[in-house]
Each structure stands twice: as C-alpha cells, then as structure tokens.
C-alpha cells in the first residue's frame, strides 16, 4: 500500500494553541470560534481548529482589512469634497 493514497488528518489546534498563535487572550480566541468566525469542531466539551481554517480566517481577514482600508479612503475623499455637515441655528 502506498502511502500517498492515504488521507492524513488535519493538524488540529487547541484554543490556546490559536490564541497563542493570533497573539489574543484565550477568550478572544474562543469568541472567534464560537461564533463561526474561526471554523472549529467540538470534540466532546472541546474546540478544536484545523490548521487550514485558521490559516483561512488569517487570509480572509487580510482582505476584509484592505477592503475596509480602501473603503474608508474613498469615504474620507468625498467628506473632504463636501466638506462637514452644518446646521444652521435659528438667531431670531
């Protein structure tokens, strides 16, 4: 048998081991995975993350950012061409 026919499981990380690697608190980390932002696998009473997801989570959130950034950028450019919102106040 070969062994490149075999499937091998993915590296699975713990929450610590995310949140070490993220550089958050381990609630952060558990946050993220509760609510769907990190996929993650429940294992018993345990979360566990494939190395895959939290590399796509990583990349996704790099693009959302550049996104966002630039977003922001043309936001800022029109605010600077209208200028700021004023009110005028009655002076009767």
């Known amino acids: ?21 993220l550089r958050v608190h381990q609630r952060t980390a558990y946050r993220l995975i509760i609510d769907g932002r990190i996929k993650g696998i429940k294992i018993g009473s345990q979360w566990r993350v494939a190395e895959s997801a939290l590399m796509e989570f990583l990349n996704g959130g790099w693009r959302e950012s550049a996104e966002s950034r630039s977003s922001s950028e043309a936001k800022s450019k029109d605010a600077a061409k209208t200028g700021p919102e004023q009110l005028k106040l009655p002076l009767d």
Do not use: C, Q
């Open 1 to 21: 048998m070969d062994n490149k026919d075999t499937l091998r499981p993915p590296t699975l990380l713990t929450v610590r081991e995310v949140a070490d690697l």
